[in-house]
Every structure is written in C-alpha cells, then in structure tokens.
C-alpha cells in the first residue's frame, strides 16, 4: 500500500512539475503550477507525518471548500457521494422517498412531503421524527449524512423506525424509493371571473412544461389577466427563464444576454418559439428572496413593459453558472458570466470580485448604478435586482410569531390539530374558530415558551448600563415601573397578533393535509399584493399608465 501511494505521489509531482516547466513563460501559469506543488507536498507532509490518520476526502473537501467561499456562494463544488443533489437541483426530480427532514434539537423531523411520493403512500406524515434509518441511529448524525441514507436507487426499500405523534412506542415504516418528481408549479387557479393564478416555486427543467399546462388551462376557464407569482422563488435554469419569457414576448425579441471572460461563451438568448399570449395583462408578484431566473423573467417583462410588477425589490443575483464534468464522477458548477436583461442592465447587487478587508461583500453603490430605459422609455437601473413598478412594504412578522415559527410551536401545533382532526379535511378558505385559537394559547402555556420582545430587549440595555451610574438607585423604581408595563404589553401579545398567528397556523394546518398546495386553501382577502394585484386590474387605465411611463 505504501508502495502504491509513493508511486501516486510521483506521478502526481512529476505532472505538476511538467506544468510548472511548461508554463514558466507565463507568470499567472507560473503561480498556478508553483502553487499546485507546494499544495502537493504539504499534503504528503501531512499524509506522512501528522500524529493522527488525516481522512484524504474530508481535508481535500474542507481545501476545495474554503477556496470557493473566497469566490461566491454560487461556485459549488459536487462530489461524487452530492452528485443526487446536483441532480435534483437540475432535473427537478430526485431517487428517493419524496420527504423533507429537517433537524431541530436533536431531532430529524419530517417536514414536508411530496404529493404521491413514496413516503406520502407509506403513510408517512409531516410531524414525524425519524429515529433510524435500516436499523442505524441517526441521532447524532447530520443532515446530509442522513440524507444518503434516505436516498438510493428506485425499487429499493429502506427501513424507518419513526416516533409519532400520540404513540408510546417507536413505529416502523418500510418505503420503496422511486423517482420522485419536485413540482414548479405548486398552485393555480382562477382568483375570479378574470383572474387566474400561478405560482412559480421554482426553474428546474419541467418548469415552462408546467406553466404553459397550468396557462391553457386557466385560459379555457376563461382567464383574461394573469398573476404571475414569482415571490420567494431562487431560480434554476437559464434556458427555462427564456421559455417562459418566450412564451408572452415575440419570437425573435431578445430575452437576456451572458458575458463572461470567455468570449467565445457570450451569447445572446432570443426568443425562438410563436409566444402563446402577447396581450393578456400581466402582473408579476416579486421579493426580496426572488432571484436569479426570477429576475430574468420579472426584469425582461418589465423591460418590454409587457407585466407590471408588484412587491419588494428582487434578490439581485446576476450570475450565470454553468457545469464542467471532474474526475471521478465530481463536478464543479462555477460561476462563468453576469447576465444582462434587454435594456442593458445587470441586476447583480453584491460585488464579489471586490471583498471588503473583513472579507464581507458589500453591495454595488448607488453613484455607480447606471440607468436604463424600457421598451416604452421608462428608466430602470441596474446593479440593485429588479425595482417593482408598485412598491409595498413587506410585511414582517411580530417578534412573537417569529419566536413561535423559530420554535417550532405553530409547527408542533399543527401536528397535534391534524392528528386530532384527521376525518375532517378542511376545505376552501379554512380558518381556526376563536375556539380553536384558544386551545393554541391554552397549549402554548405548557410548552415553556419564552420569548424577548424588542421593548424588553431595549429595558434589559438600559438597565445593565445604569447600573455602572451612582444614581442607579434613583433610576430603579421608574425602570421596575417600565419593566411592568412591558411585560403588560407582552401578555397581551397573542391578542394583539393574533390574526397573523391565525394566518400561520392555518398555512401550517393546511399543509399536513395539502402539502405544498396548502397555498392553494389560504383566502387571497389575506394577501397583500395578490389584492393589490385585482386593485389594480379594476383599474386597467392605471395598468396602461404604469406601462407607457405615465
């Protein structure tokens, strides 16, 4: 063994010093090579020397890993053991059992399913912990290492021995994996006579195939205006935010533009196709966590003044990625260009090839951000995501509702409702009776729920720097007379949120029943910009206005 790994060290040296001698011409080769051998001997040294066995997969991931994370978050490297992902990520389907698991004090909780998975007809539920996976304890295990176990080729089984809500004793569960489908287009529908729906969750490869289906169909219900929801969705192919572009600008109109130091790689992208729907009024719904080809389709619309847009400014990822193939079946998906919308901008909002000292990324400065005109002359800047047309402030849960989303409490309440109410599925429109609400507040009383609110935050400050002051005996009365008011406030405070603790229960409620089209039974009267959306389509002279730069 050790003869082996002497001659694999030779031959590894003797290619790095070839490349150093070819290259000595060329001083960035040169580093290049000078770099690679002093990276290959040290990790011999190492190999060699180090008091304890150094795991060669775990350090040159831990190398690779801490390379990337100088470049941008986007440049990801993919193993052999991740390549699944990798796939996932590109196909939007997967080989496994169709469940999400997430880890949260020390326990691997399902917490979503997919509609007709493996997992949804074994009679998995969201809720469930997992204890093991064929027999081996996941307890202390991470995510994805569990994840692995969990995935594997379709038509075998594994075994899940799962602690469930309301039973004493571990169950087991036995599930057959298969290809497991991940949806774009979770929800759709007619909002009213005139208005359908769509939502976009995600730009995997089925994408364009889903929303031009879920279009038809609206339209043969006698859709007349579309909302195109695009609000929290981060992306994924190039290619799939071109066709659904394509599918509501002409053929031959430019659709975006990649350039990157590869000049042979720039290109611009057209639409290729007959659109299905040049006139139909459009209004894209965006946010802070739309991204990438979110903001190819919502930045192109808006550049042809072909939807208006609605929401918070989008993420600003303006980075094209694309895939090269490694040794031993790895890949490196790296970031190789910015992408450029058809007024010309770049929505690219942090500058990662100028780092500050610290080594945080700053975002592009306003004094640089160029400006930029749409189809109709309306001028739109670059360097920032995409700016809606109407914007509204988003709305931020109460300190409270944070605190019980953190804590998982709406989460674990929702299993206890849905293993108590499981005969009556809730329909259209689903909301808790003031009963049911006062059962969550009786329950949450015996869960030891604490949480800070921000006045609470700002007494404890104040209180801890009077202290240092000779008249902190003088202060105590009026800051104890503050305290009390506070916590009067805070007992108050499921009353006084209760209609957004409401909101989240329900969805919650929902999605044990529904899945990821738990959206799908949530009143439209609750969403701000989906009503801002029908405000604005009574009023189609506004519409018009908005997009001619009126």
Not at 158 to 165: E, N
Not at 368 to 395: C, H, M, W
Not at 494 to 522: C, G, H, N, P, W
Request: aromatic share 10%; glycine share 6%; hydrophobic share 35%.
């Amino acid at each position: 063994m050790k003869k082996q790994l002497k001659r694999y060290w030779f031959v590894v040296i003797l290619v790095l010093g070839i490349g150093f001698t070819g290259f000595k011409m060329d001083d960035r080769y040169f580093e290049i090579a000078k770099n690679l051998d002093i990276f290959a001997t040290m990790f011999k040294e190492l190999n060699a020397f180090y008091v304890d066995e150094v795991n060669p997969n775990r350090a040159m991931r831990s190398s690779i890993e801490a390379m990337l994370k100088e470049l941008d978050p986007y440049t990801v490297f993919y193993p052999e053991d991740d390549i699944e992902d990798y796939m996932t990520m590109a196909a939007g389907k997967y080989n496994g059992i169709g469940a999400t698991v997430s880890s949260f004090d020390g326990a691997h909780t399902v917490v979503m399913i997919f509609e007709e998975s493996p997992a949804d007809k074994s009679g998995i539920k969201i809720g469930d912990d997992i204890l093991k996976i064929n027999g081996i304890d996941i307890t202390h295990k991470d995510e994805s290492e569990f994840g692995r176990l969990l995935k594997g080729q379709t038509g075998t089984s594994v075994k899940l021995t799962i602690k469930r809500f309301g039973q004493a004793k571990p169950i087991e569960i036995s599930v057959n994996r298969d290809i497991v489908k991940t949806p774009n287009v979770p929800n759709y529908g007619m909002i009213n006579e005139e208005v359908g729906y769509i939502q976009l969750s995600d730009f995997s490869i089925t994408a364009a195939k889903e929303i031009k289906a879920s279009f038809g169909e609206l339209k043969d219900k006698g859709m007349t205006k579309l909302v195109l929801d695009l609000r929290g969705n981060p992306g994924g192919l190039l290619n799939m935010s071109i066709d659904i572009c394509n599918f509501f600008v002409p053929k031959g109109n430019l659709v975006v533009e990649t350039k990157g130091k590869v000049g042979e790689w720039n290109k611009k992208y057209l639409a290729m196709n007959a659109p299905i729907d040049t006139e139909i009024p459009i209004v894209v719904l965006i946010n802070g966590q739309s991204a990438s080809a979110s903001e190819i389709v919502s930045g192109t619309l808006q550049d042809y003044d072909r939807g208006v847009l609605i929401g918070q400014r989008s993420f600003g990822k303006g980075l094209v990625q694309t895939t090269r193939d490694l040794s031993f079946n790895s890949k490196l998906k790296i970031t190789t260009a910015k992408y450029y919308i058809p007024s010309g901008r770049c929505i690219q909002a942090l500058d990662y090839s100028h780092r500050n000292p610290d080594g945080s990324v700053g975002k592009v400065p306003d004094s640089l951000k160029s400006a930029f005109k749409t189809k109709n002359g309306r001028v739109v800047y670059d360097g920032g995501g995409v700016e809606p047309d109407i914007v509204l402030e988003a709305q931020v849960p109460s300190t409270l509702t944070q605190a019980l989303i953190r804590e998982k409490k709406i989460f674990d309440y929702a299993t206890k409702y849905y293993f108590e109410h499981q005969n009556t599925k809730p329909e259209n429109n689903f909301a808790l009776s003031d009963q049911d609400y006062q059962n969550f507040m009786t329950w949450i009383k015996n869960e030891q729920f604490t949480y800070q609110t921000p006045d609470e935050k700002a007494i404890e400050e104040v209180v801890a720097s009077s202290k240092s002051s000779t008249d902190y005996a003088k202060m105590k009365a009026s800051l104890d007379e503050i305290k009390k008011i506070a916590l009067e406030s805070k007992s108050k405070s499921f009353i006084t949120f209760k209609e957004e603790i409401k909101d989240q229960l329900e969805l919650e409620i929902l999605s044990r029943y529904y899945y990821q089209k738990a959206m799908k039974f949530v009143s439209f009267e609750k969403d701000q910009e989906v009503q801002e959306a029908l405000k604005l389509f009574k009023n189609m002279n506004k519409y018009k206005a908005i997009l001619a730069g009126k």
